[in-house]
């Protein structure tokens, strides 16, 4: 409550920091969808064995819609047999070791500066860094990112996080390209070397964990043009991202990074800032990213086709 008074004084008189992002509360939830539920997996097919991480997030996230399409998307490939946890409090390496990747669709907040917080219990979370540095996958994906800036161990072990007091900031546009920055990887061999996505946040100013070794698949780049205030909407205060503060921020007019793996003691770890919803994931881009790094997280091997609108294709 603190920092958001703070924060509503400090645009009052037009003083806001130039390195913060300006964090509104607007009275918002996200709206409702309507899918399709995924059916159980055939239990005699050798499937790879998916354990989504859920049960919280921040108030614009529909975890639970977000969750079930991820589930139907990854079983209808025939690849993947998907369970969902929404409790992960009661979590324990036993469980987890039951699983070949484990994907984080959490966050902890309901908003990003809350100061309370719910961290899963220690065991779960001993159990969950245990799990992959003994060489369980792990797939972070989008909210994973908006929490955990004051937690290094996960900084570690995902790679980055937003860290919007110090710098982090989401770019206005809803819609970008994306740049496929290594097409020889596993995960991202055979696709166009720009692809879009819509609907979704471009997390840039990263604050990364010291000594990351990130191998960096995709980014995306945050124009200085985008924070026109007849662009941004009400999100973006005009008085927060003036000219001159605009020149002031770290990261402005720059590529960021969006995609990226790393290893995690023995454990495979693919990291995935987008996809904030389920129009994001309605499109084949961002499915082929998803479903690809998954396999390789778990198997270290990528099997699964590129889908039909993200597959390269002669510029020339």
Avoid: C
């Avoid at 990351?212 to 945050?222: E, G, I, P, Q």
């Avoid at 790393?262 to 499109?283: A, C, M, N, P």
Wanted: charge should be negative; charged fraction near 20%.
């Amino acid at each position: 409550m603190k920092y958001r008074m703070m924060t509503a004084a400090l645009l009052a008189f037009g003083v806001v920091p130039a390195g913060a992002q300006v964090i509104v509360h607007p009275s918002y939830r996200p709206p409702e969808t309507v899918q399709r539920v995924a059916i159980p997996a055939d239990p005699t097919e050798k499937r790879i064995r998916v354990l989504i991480i859920s049960g919280q997030n921040s108030y614009e996230h529909d975890w639970t819609g977000i969750d079930n399409m991820l589930r139907t998307m990854m079983q209808d490939t025939g690849r993947f047999d998907v369970r969902v946890t929404e409790d992960f409090d009661q979590g324990n390496l036993a469980m987890l070791k039951g699983y070949d990747v484990v994907l984080l669709n959490y966050s902890s907040r309901w908003v990003y500066d809350d100061q309370k917080e719910h961290r899963w219990s220690p065991e779960a979370e001993k159990a969950l860094f245990d799990y992959v540095k003994q060489g369980g996958g792990l797939v972070a994906y989008h909210s994973s990112f908006t929490w955990g800036y004051n937690w290094p161990e996960y900084k570690a072990l995902v790679g980055g996080v937003m860290d919007p007091i110090h710098g982090s900031r989401r770019s206005p546009p809803g819609a970008f390209p994306i740049h496929i920055v290594d097409r020889d990887n596993p995960i991202t061999a055979g696709m166009r070397e720009y692809i879009w996505t819509y609907n979704d946040d471009m997390y840039t100013n990263m604050s990364f964990a010291p000594g990351a070794k990130l191998h960096v698949l995709a980014t995306a780049r945050d124009s200085s043009a985008s924070y026109d205030p007849k662009l941004t909407g009400p999100k973006y205060p005009i008085a927060a991202y003036t000219p001159e503060k605009l020149k002031a921020m770290k990261g402005m007019d720059a590529d960021h990074p969006q995609v990226w793996t790393q290893d995690y003691g023995k454990g495979r770890v693919f990291s995935i800032t987008l996809g904030h919803d389920e129009v994001s994931l309605h499109f084949q881009p961002l499915q082929t990213l998803l479903l690809r790094g998954t396999e390789w997280a778990a198997t270290g091997e990528v099997t699964l086709p590129v889908l039909e609108e993200a597959k390269e294709y002669p510029t020339k």
